[in-house]
């Protein structure tokens, strides 16, 4: 699938960030991508702007929306994951671009890591799987 895609990604936790990205280029790249950008923001909230920004922009297939959300001692956890759920949502039914929802929503750590870089439960590879999915649909039924 030659073609280009952008990678958002929430830095907040840098080293599950990193994995993320590591493995959701990794599957971009092994069905023959064009080319993968990455786009850094703070947190998981300030996802569904960036993917605006590039979904917008005209230059990607699709964007993989990367980062995690630990669940901590008060309710910003609830918001911030459902937020950035709705958010991205919209921003790929606005648009008609393929945004994946690939951030790891978790009560700590270890299901973190559980969840990022390799494996079957690998949220950066899925994302990245399920905008090259909704890609190749589209392009069926155009």
């Not at 064009?34 to 993917?51: H, I, N």
Request: net charge negative; glycine share 12%; proline share 2%.
């Amino acid at each position: 699938m030659m073609a280009r895609y952008a990678i958002a990604v929430g830095t907040f936790y840098r080293d599950l960030a990193d994995r993320l990205i590591d493995s959701a280029r990794g599957a971009f790249e092994e069905a023959g991508a064009e080319g993968v950008d990455v786009f850094e923001v703070p947190g998981a909230y300030e996802l569904p702007m960036v993917a605006k920004y590039a979904a917008e922009s005209g230059r990607y297939a699709g964007v993989a929306c990367l980062g995690a959300v630990i669940r901590g001692e008060t309710t910003h956890y609830d918001y911030v994951c459902g937020e950035s759920a709705r958010g991205i949502m919209d921003v790929q039914l606005a648009t008609g671009v393929p945004c994946a929802f690939g951030v790891l929503t978790v009560e700590n750590l270890d299901q973190a890591l559980a969840r990022s870089g390799g494996g079957k439960r690998d949220q950066g590879a899925h994302a990245a799987e399920a905008v090259l999915a909704l890609v190749a649909l589209r392009e069926q039924l155009s």
